[in-house]
Each structure stands twice: as structure tokens, then as C-alpha cells.
Antibody, heavy 120, light 110 residues
């Protein structure tokens, strides 16, 4: 069955960067897009961006443009989300989610989430 | 800035029916927004329920259904069970592989 397994919790200083991984199993990795979604404590879900493997391109929500980079490593079926210039408001649980090949139809499987805490 | 609006909270009795809606600040929601719906329980990752307005995933219980209603996307739960108490989020597509979540609806089964 399909599984998305994310890396463990991180504690970061303001101004630093964090890179979260999402390893997929049980499917053909390159046939699906991967999105990253975050959820601040007590708040709702926020789509950050996604990567479309057949184009090799990533799309980002305007709010995160210039601060987030989403990449994939097909050799290990792993997607990565790197967020830079961290501030306290970036403290959140970060999820990866699998989507259709063109990232315009559905999301199905989700990772377990990675808590990123930004604190001095 | 695009805003997707959901009811902040709804209450339903066990066995009852409830409809959650999802509106876009850009105008009427159509099938071209590919509405998706997710359920999230405390401490858990979201679980996908509905995609492309009304399509169910293989694991989606039959009591959940999606539709378009009065210019909004809608999620209807029929024969509500106690375990349906959760937060529900809609997600709309705005072109160029760009998506926006609604603020979520907290559903209480009482």
C-alpha cells in the first residue's frame, strides 16, 4: 500500500533554514505530484506548493515565493521541502501529500507530519 | 488575495444529515475548481474524502457525498455517526497547479 513517511521533528533558530523529507513507497513515484501543506498550532491547513514530476517543475503559493524550495530525488522516491529565513510564525506541522500527475485533480495519501519549531 | 470560506462550526445529531459548504472570493465555485474535501481529527494527519467535486476515494464511507450547491462546493454527511466529529477542510484549484484551503468547519455530533 502507498505510504508517505516524513522525517522527524526539528527545532530551528530564527533566520535559519529547515529541510523536511517525505519518502514514498508502494507506488510509482514519478507518476504523482507531491504537495506540501502546513498547519500552525490550532490553525487550519495551508497549501505551500507542489512539484509536478513529469515537468520537473515546482509551483509555490505566493505567500512562500522566494522562501520555499520543493525538490524530488527519484532515485530514492523522496520529496523535500526547504523553508528558509525561518521566523516564529513558521512553527507548524508540515505535511506532504500525494496528488495526481498534473496537480489539478486530487490529493489522496498524506504523510504523518513533521513538527518544526522555530525558537531562539 | 483569494479567500475560501467555510462555516466555522456546525452541530448535528447522530443519524442526522448535515451539509458543509465552501465558497470562493473569486465567484461561484464550479467543477473547474476541482473541489477536494478532507477530514482531520485531533492529532492526526488529514484524510482525503472527496475529489473533483463528487468523486470518492476507495476508503470514503458511503454516507459522505460531494456536490455543487448554490455557487459553492458542498459536502453532505447522511446518517452521521459519532466518529464523524472532526474538522473538515475544502481545497479549491485556482489554475497553474495552485490550490487554496478553506478555513475549516468544526463538526460536532451531539
Amino acid at each position: 500500500q502507498v505510504q508517505l513517511v516524513q522525517s522527524g521533528a526539528e527545532v530551528k533558530k530564527p533566520g535559519s533554514s529547515v529541510k523536511v523529507s517525505c519518502k514514498a513507497s508502494g507506488g510509482t513515484f514519478s507518476s504523482y505530484a507531491i504537495s506540501w501543506v502546513r498547519q500552525a498550532p490550532g490553525q487550519g491547513l495551508e497549501w505551500m506548493g507542489g512539484i509536478i514530476p513529469i515537468f520537473g517543475t515546482a509551483n509555490y503559493a505566493q505567500k512562500f515565493q522566494g522562501r520555499v524550495t520543493i525538490t524530488t530525488d527519484e532515485s530514492t522516491s523522496t520529496a523535500y521541502m526547504e523553508l528558509s529565513s525561518l521566523r516564529s510564525e513558521d512553527t507548524a506541522v508540515y505535511y506532504c501529500a500525494r496528488g495526481d500527475q498534473l496537480l489539478k485533480d486530487y490529493f489522496d495519501y498524506w504523510g504523518q507530519g513533521t513538527l518544526v519549531t522555530v525558537s531562539s | 488575495q483569494t479567500v475560501v470560506t467555510q462555516e466555522p462550526s456546525l452541530t448535528v445529531s447522530p443519524g442526522g444529515t448535515v451539509t458543509l459548504t465552501c465558497a470562493s472570493s473569486t465567484g461561484a465555485v464550479t467543477s473547474g475548481y476541482y473541489p477536494n474535501w478532507f477530514q482531520q481529527k485531533p492529532g492526526q494527519a488529514p484524510r482525503a474524502l472527496i475529489y473533483s467535486t463528487s468523486n470518492k476515494h476507495s476508503w470514503t464511507p458511503a454516507r459522505f457525498s460531494g456536490s455543487l450547491l448554490g455557487g459553492k462546493a458542498a459536502l453532505t454527511l447522511s446518517g452521521v455517526q459519532p466518529e464523524d466529529e472532526a474538522e473538515y477542510y475544502c481545497l479549491l484549484y485556482y489554475g497553474g497547479a495552485s490550490w487554496v484551503f478553506g478555513g475549516g468547519t468544526k463538526l460536532t455530533v451531539l
